[in-house]
């Protein structure tokens, strides 16, 4: 990266130019006006990191400018974040210590500093995500100063809008951790602005086409939409007009991200997406108590004009979102007949909407209720981090639970409110309180009712804990858990009893070796390992803890079929596990072997294939490569949550594949369902096998209530083809819905 050479007078133009705008947007602020040392941090930086460029060959400083800009300019902070931003690469990248920053800059923007270069370090245990690890350091810098993860947020958008100068590969890996990780991480923040674009930049660069054809569609049906918009608009504009609002009114297009996400949730085209945008009201508003009373005004004169839609009806002024976030949301039916969301909020609350917390220092708020969420927040990642999860990618899982949670607002019988995940149970209830009400509870009262550990909870639900000192915990409570910090206290508790049933397994595997004179070497427990088809070691002694295996001496005869080759194989791969990759070959009898059926080409030259059975992709398809332990390439789609997972967290083992020409089929399933009348299944037969010639492999199709569901497997050779007949089979009477599935 270093480049000796001296900048020309045209990138020296740049470089000033560049730090103009930063300071001009200082300046037009309202926090104080320290420009000196501002000055400092640049000239400083401007000489740790002079004669350095970056990838696209511009001089490296331009990087710290524009995270800086966006640390002041979009999220809102003062002269301490910005003089961190511009010195945040000077200790990882330069000669230049932590100890040489505090002497020059004092010790906090020494110290956010550090926190930014702890969170870029290295990799921590053999096989862990360096992604996953920097994100645990991340978010413990959190509860230092909230200003580290900011910053990094920053840094993060500015790397993604500058991301067409890196390899396709790192595109991939970097696009795939930002989507996976920062951009819930900035929604969580409150950083609605960021998450917004986070996510149409790695939609961007993981689905070009698609990216560009939604834009395309946005930009053709703007005369459309503005004239919709303005027969919604100017009855009430006329009406705020009239009590003498100062106002804006504008109409908000739903992000590509978000439309695409429509569009593939819903299995529907562009066209037949209608809440294509949301009306917003923010209104001018000085006395911050009169707030909540001119959004039920507002609230008012439009349900005066329009039809209520009653059931989505949202009041996050009496009780703000986790993340402070305040507005009143009406859907109201349009005069063409299609419903129109309204977002009601004053100046204050749309800026921290959109800017976060960093917004409540503008309006000079103090440790008032919304830190204080913050705070609650926090300590449950804290507590997340201190579970010893040895596994990175559970522990990412873990931690987007809360990341991506909606809130419910739940009452102890005293009238205390505990704010939930949305889906949370009883058993969620119960952990929040305290681990020892989760591990012995036996069932919940909610609203008086008696209820079971896995019953979801409800905004307003009243809930009483149950417990006995009899109840242990139970494996299969983690199937209704929905907290991060219910799953991590089981965990620890199963945990706990696990460790105590392996060392009595241990024991008892120990004496029965010493009864046969022999001892517990590696050959003898792969021997053993191989004869009871256990996983590995641990499973071994749990299920010998257990007494699920009887010991015999039989277990000692080695098999020669296996050689204890599958215990090593499990001890090379720790990520062997189906979970983790969809890398299983086992197949049913009645499936195509996919392993030798298709000819895919990788940027590499690798060609020992296997399709991922976790989302089966087939040509047509985007799909990415990852190369396993055993030097194979598996293919996952690339909207496959699996492959969302190892983006982040392996971007060195991925490749780029694309599908060559193949003359070989595919198995494709498809799931129809819709209202049951005589005669409808042999039109769906006629239309497979007949009509488009397609091959079906196999049809289980249920009634009930007049309602049928239908699974369809059939043999195609791309995803065109599933395409269209999904298409045709849609236009059949009496079907709702047909669509592909994994």
């Known amino acids: 990266m270093a480049d000796n050479s001296t900048t020309t007078p045209q990138e020296e133009k740049l470089i000033n130019d560049a730090y103009k705008v930063l300071l001009n947007g200082y300046l037009a602020s309202n926090h104080r006006k320290k420009v000196d040392i501002i000055d400092k941090a640049f000239k400083f930086a401007c000489s740790a990191h002079a004669g350095v460029r970056r990838r696209s060959g511009e001089p490296y400083i331009l990087h710290p400018i524009a995270v800086a800009t966006i640390v002041s300019q979009e999220i809102g902070l003062g002269s301490t974040s910005i003089c961190a931003a511009l010195l945040h690469d000077v200790v990882e990248d330069t000669e230049y210590t932590v100890e040489d920053l505090e002497a020059q800059f004092g010790k906090k923007i020494a110290s956010i500093v550090d926190g930014l270069t702890k969170i870029s370090g290295g990799i921590f245990g053999e ?61 969580r923040l409150g950083l609605f602005a960021i998450k917004t674009e986070l996510e149409d930049l790695s939609f961007k660069y993981e689905h070009p086409e698609v990216y560009a054809s939604i834009l395309q569609q946005i930009a053709t049906s703007e005369k459309s939409r503005n004239e919709l918009f303005s027969r919604f608009s100017d009855p009430i504009r006329q009406h705020l007009d009239e009590i003498g609002l100062k106002y804006e009114f504008q109409a908000r297009v739903k992000s590509c991200y978000s439309i695409w996400k429509k569009m593939e949730t819903k299995h529907i085209p562009f066209e037949e ?17 009169e707030e909540k009373r001119i959004c039920w005004n507002i609230y008012s004169e439009i349900t005066d004009l329009y039809r209520l839609h009653p059931d989505r009806v949202r009041d996050w002024i009496s009780t703000p979102k986790a993340n402070g976030y305040r507005a009143l949301h009406i859907t109201v039916m349009g005069p063409d007949g299609k419903w129109v969301e309204v977002q009601i909020r004053s100046r204050r609350m749309d800026d921290i909407a959109e800017r976060g917390f960093a917004a409540h220092w503008k309006y000079k708020i103090g440790e008032g209720e919304e830190e204080s969420e913050l705070a609650v927040w ?96 139970q494996p299969g409570w983690e199937n209704f858990l929905v907290t991060a910090k219910g799953k991590t206290r ?31 070497t590696n050959d003898v427990l792969m021997r053993i390992i191989n004869n009871v088809h256990a996983r590995n070691k641990d499973e071994l002694l749990l299920k010998i803890g257990k007494g699920e295996i009887e010991l015999t001496p039989q277990l000692l005869k080695k098999d020669k079929k296996d050689g204890g080759g599958l215990f090593s194989k499990l001890l090379r791969n720790p990520f062997a596990s ?63 949550p699996t492959a969302m997972k190892l983006k982040s967290s392996f971007g060195g083992r991925l490749v780029q594949t694309h599908w060559e020409v193949t003359t070989e089929k595919f198995l494709a399933s498809i799931h129809v369902e819709g209202i049951d009348r005589m005669g409808i299944l042999q039109e769906i037969i006629y239309i497979i096998s007949t009509n488009m010639s397609i091959n079906m492999r196999s049809l289980n199709i249920q009634a009930n209530n007049g309602l049928f569901s239908c699974r369809l497997d059939v043999l195609i050779e791309d995803a065109t083809v599933v395409n269209n007949l999904c298409k045709r089979l849609k236009n059949v009477k009496g079907v709702n819905s047909a669509l592909r599935i994994n």
């Not at 939930?420 to 008086?448: Q, R, W, Y």
């Open 127 to 187: 096989h862990a995500s360096a992604q996953a690890e920097n994100f645990r350091k991340l978010l413990l810098t959190m509860s230092d100063d909230i200003r580290v993860v900011l910053i990094k947020m920053a840094d993060r958008l500015h790397n993604m809008r500058t991301l067409a100068s890196m390899p396709p590969h790192k595109q991939y890996k970097i696009a795939g951790e930002t989507l996976y990780i920062y951009a819930p991480l900035a929604h």
């Open 273 to 289: 997406v209608y809440d294509l945008y949301a009306a917003r009201i923010v209104f001018e508003c000085d006395n911050e108590s």
């Open 378 to 473: 926090l300590q449950t990642i804290e507590d997340i981090l201190k579970n010893p999860e040895p596994n990175a990618i559970d522990f990412l899982d873990t931690i987007k639970l809360n990341l991506f949670a909606s809130e419910i607002v739940v009452f102890t019988p005293k009238g205390e409110l505990i704010t939930l995940p949305k889906d949370a149970s009883v058993l969620d209830m119960a952990f929040t309180l305290h681990t020892e009400i989760g591990t012995h509870c036996i069932a919940g009262k909610v609203n008086h009712k008696l209820e079971p550990l896995s019953h979801k909870l409800a905004s307003g639900d009243q809930v009483e804990i149950l417990t006995s000192q009899s109840q242990q915990p």
């Open 490 to 520: 089981l965990r620890a508790a199963l945990r706990h009893d696990r460790r105590a049933t392996i060392e009595r397994g241990k024991k008892r595997l120990e004496e029965m070796l010493a009864e046969n004179g022999m001892t517990m």
């Open 578 to 640: 189906n979970k983790n990759t969809g890398e299983n070959d086992t197949k049913p009898k009645d499936k195509i072997n996919t392993k030798e059926v298709y000819t895919l080409k990788t940027e590499n030259g690798v060609s020992n294939y296997k399709i991922a059975h976790c989302c089966r992709p087939i040509p047509g398809d985007d799909v990415v490569g990852y190369i396993n332990n055993d030097n194979e390439v598996v293919v996952h789609k690339l909207t496959c």
